[in-house]
Structures are given as C-alpha cells and as structure tokens.
T-cell receptor, first 116, second 112 residues
Framework: GAGVSQTPSNKVTEKGKYVELRCDPI?????LYWYRQSLGQGPEFLIY????????DSGLPNDRFFAVRPEGSVSTLKIQRTERGDSAVYLC??????????????FGPGTRLTVL | GENVGLHLPTLSVQEGDNSIINCAYS??????FIWYKQESGKGPQFIID?????DKRQGQRVTVLLNKTVKHLSLQIAATQPGDSAVYFC???????????FGGGTRLMVKP
C-alpha cells in the first residue's frame, strides 16, 4: 500500500518568498504531524492535526509558519517571508490514532527546503 | 539526497557482530518509546516500540531495552548487516497522539 508522500521532494526559493509544502498521509490515518529536521539533528515537532483541526501547534517557530488540513486528509505547510534559517528537511508523518492510544507514526520522505 | 547524520556519534561494527545503540531520554512522564532508522535522503523508518509497562521487547533481529530508573533506552541489533547502516534515533512520546521528541541520533556503520 502507499505510504506517506510529500511534494515537492526539493524546493529552492529566495529569501522573502512564500512556499507551500504538501503532505499526503496514509489513507484513513486521522493524525498528521509536521516535523523539521536540520542537518545532523533529529526531527523537531512543528504541529499535529487530529482530523481537520490543529490539536497542537506549539512547535511552530513563529507566525510565518502555518499549516492546514481542510478535509482531514492532505495537509499543506505554508511558510511566509522565508529566511535562510528555514532551510531544512520538512517531514510529515501520519498515524492511525484513535482515542488516546499510542500509535506508530509513519514518516514520508520529506521535502528539502533551501532558502537562498 | 539529504546527508543525514553529519557530526553524529558513530558506532562502527563488523558485519555479523551485534550492535548496541544507546539513548538517554529526558521526560520521566514519557510512557511510549520508539526507535527509528533513517537512511540518507529518506524519512525515519519505524523499527520497534516499547511501552513503559515493559522493560524489554523483541522483534526480528532487534531488541529494545528500557530502564525507567535511569531513563535509558537501548537498541540491540543481532548479526548486523550492511543494510543496517543508517542513522538511528530514539524518540519518546509523553502523551498519546502528541508529538515525538527525538534524541540526537547515532550513525551505525557496518564494515563488510
């Protein structure tokens, strides 16, 4: 079966531009997570969706970052006025979470964002 | 692809030997732990998980040990193979459904 997919795989943009990163979770997974991974480090949490709503956005670094999941499936991470420090791999994960039970998170391949 | 794992601690083992990767976690309230494997240019791949009511769990060629007293987690890989070469991360999950907090990662290199 299909895993988590992310597009684009690579994105190069200029400082100050706006970017959108897309995540297609595994079909039927209700929970969706965004993480950011800098070179040589582990992934860092950004935001978590349960269905359509953002259940926890405490990891978003500032108000330039925003994410949506309007139909409870595909999610888009949006970054305004990009800065060079935003360069990283952005990972999406999904989980068949139900009712407070720990579930494995399945990760996509990531989008490598480079801000020039 | 992305070169994951620069400047990470490295464990180098001979093919066929057993590997032990260690991790110290930070949150004493964490009750669920996962080990992930990440190859260059790919996302983390689930290996094995363990809940805090257990101290050992075995999978295929892998064993995870949990010591809650000292907040320590280890991953043992039996008969290490070249395909096991990757960066390994432990992750803790203090609340059901919420984010994972990842450790710093260890690069495993398997010598043929």
């Amino acid at each position: 079966g299909a895993g988590v997919s992310q597009t684009p795989s690579n994105k190069v943009t200029e400082k100050g531009k706006y970017v959108e990163l897309r995540c297609d979770p595994i079909s039927g997974h209700t929970a969706l997570y965004w993480y950011r991974q800098s070179l040589g480090q582990g992934p860092e949490f950004l935001i978590y969706f349960q269905g359509t709503g953002a259940a926890d956005d405490s990891g978003l670094p500032n108000d330039r970052f925003f994410a949506v999941r309007p139909e409870g499936s595909v999610s888009t991470l949006k970054i305004q006025r990009t800065e060079r420090g935003d360069s990283a791999v952005y990972l999406c994960a999904s989980s068949p979470l139900a009712g407070g039970i720990h579930n494995e998170q399945f990760f996509g391949p990531g989008t490598r964002l480079t801000v020039l | 692809g992305e070169n994951v794992g620069l400047h990470l601690p490295t464990l180098s083992v001979q093919e066929g030997d057993n590997s032990i990767i260690n991790c110290a976690y930070s949150n004493s309230a964490s009750d669920y732990f996962i080990w992930y494997k990440q190859e260059s240019g790919k996302g983390p791949q689930f290996i094995i998980d363990i809940r805090s009511n257990m101290d050992k769990r075995q999978g295929q060629r892998v064993t995870v040990l949990l010591n809650k007293t000292v907040k320590h987690l280890s991953l043992q890989i039996a008969a290490t193979q070249p395909g096991d070469s990757a960066v390994y991360f432990c992750a803790e999950n203090p609340n059901a459904g919420n984010m994972l907090t990842f450790g710093g990662g260890t690069r495993l290199m398997v010598k043929p």
